[in-house]
Structures are given as structure tokens and as C-alpha cells.
């Protein structure tokens, strides 16, 4: 079992759907990073939150420590958002390592108009 | 801007050629990492850098592959006797952080996208 799981690995909707995606881990973390990676490759670092909520925009994410598992939303989605949404989970500090990312493998979001 | 640059953008070789990566990262910046994303998987670690130290590189796959950091700024990835499993994007990224307590952001360049032919 991978220690970073997302769901679902694509998922496609209409214009102005509201998009939720999921990620759970397995391993203590000190952070959890949201990631956007458009075709050709870039990566674009939407968000890193070890509690709460964050709000950028239409994006917002959420982290619950206790249940290991965060998610990415996305109010009013748009063809634009079309894109693979990563996260990426930096193991706590206790877990040796605790630079490292360890990646989901991603949703691949497709937003039709 | 000056954010994370890769060179080439795209790399094309045949097997058993050498090839070499570059990453620039962010001016400044005191930890870098390389990772390989495999086709239609998240990226995985490769090796991490803190200025010129190598302080990690139990991600490469095999002795072919050698990361450096000489100057603890631009780092070049080599890969020696390319075979057919390299082909992948190579993504590198630097960040502030400048110890394991530091919560600071990853900030990634575009990629290498290699194919071996």
C-alpha cells in the first residue's frame, strides 16, 4: 500500500461543478502540499497547511491530523483547472527523512465548458 | 521571473548514451532535490542536496546515476548507459529550507522529459 493515496484518479465534470479530491496518508506528517502539474510538466505549488484549512481563490484545502486525510476543492470549476492535482506528504519529524515528499500519483481533472 | 529552470526541456538519446540534466535553482536557495515521475505516476525521490552536500541520495536506482551540487548552486543530474526504464520526466526543486525543522515550500522547475530510444 503506497503511504499517500489519492482519489479519484480522474475525474471529469461540467463548468461550474463544485470538485472535491481526496488524499490520505499512512505515515506522521509535518506537512501536506497540494500540487498542480499541467501537461508538459510543470509543477505549481498550490497550497502546504499541517492543520486547518486554506483558501486561495476558488481553491481551498483541508487537513484532519487525526484521520490522516486532506482534501482539495474547487468552487465554480473551470476549463482552466483542467490539470493533475498531486499531494504530497512530508513525513513529521520524528520519521527520519523529514525533507523528503512522498507523492500521491494523482487525479487527472478534466473540466469541460 | 526567477524561479526553478531546467535545461534541456526535452532529451532525446539512444540507449547506452550519457546524458546530463541541469537544474538552476532559485538564487539563494539552500536545499535541492531531484525526482523522476514515471508516465502517469506522481514523482519520486531521487536525491537531496543542502547547499553542496549530497545529504541524501538513496532514490537513485542505480550506480548509473550520479547527482552533484559543487558550487551548492546550479546541480547536474548524469545518467550513464542509458537504458529504456530512464525514459521519465525529471523534476527538480529547491526551497529556503535550510534544516529538517524548516517547513518551508518546494518550488519545482518545468523538467527534463527524457526519452531513451
Known amino acids: 500500500k503506497n503511504e499517500v493515496e489519492q482519489s479519484p484518479q480522474n475525474l471529469t465534470a461540467q463548468e461550474g461543478e463544485f470538485i472535491t479530491i481526496n488524499c490520505s496518508y499512512s505515515?506522521?506528517?509535518?506537512?501536506l502540499h497540494w500540487l498542480q502539474q499541467h501537461p508538459g510538466g510543470g509543477i505549481v505549488s498550490l497550497f502546504m497547511?499541517?492543520?486547518g484549512k486554506k483558501k486561495h481563490g476558488r481553491l481551498i484545502a483541508t487537513i484532519n491530523i487525526q484521520e490522516k486525510h486532506s482534501s482539495l476543492h474547487i468552487t465554480a470549476s473551470h476549463p482552466r483547472d483542467s490539470a493533475v492535482y498531486i499531494c504530497a506528504a512530508k513525513k513529521g519529524y520524528s520519521g527520519g527523512s523529514n525533507y523528503k515528499l512522498t507523492f500521491g500519483k494523482g487525479t487527472l481533472l478534466t473540466v469541460n465548458p | 521571473g526567477a524561479g526553478v529552470s531546467q535545461s534541456p526541456r526535452y532529451k532525446v538519446a539512444k540507449r547506452g548514451q550519457d546524458v546530463a540534466l541541469r537544474c538552476d535553482p532559485i538564487s539563494g536557495h539552500v536545499s535541492l532535490f531531484w525526482y523522476q515521475q514515471a508516465l502517469g505516476q506522481g514523482p519520486e525521490f531521487l536525491t537531496y542536496f543542502q547547499n553542496e552536500a549530497q545529504l541524501d541520495k538513496s532514490g537513485l536506482p542505480s550506480d548509473r546515476f550520479f547527482a552533484e551540487r559543487p558550487e551548492g548552486s546550479v546541480s547536474t543530474l548524469k545518467i550513464q548507459r542509458t537504458q529504456q526504464e530512464d525514459s521519465a520526466v525529471y523534476l527538480c526543486a529547491s526551497s529556503l529550507a535550510a534544516g529538517p525543522y524548516s517547513n518551508q515550500p518546494q518550488h519545482f522547475g518545468d523538467g527534463t522529459r527524457l526519452s531513451i530510444l
Open positions: 505515515v506522521g506528517i509535518s506537512a
Open positions: 497547511l499541517s492543520s
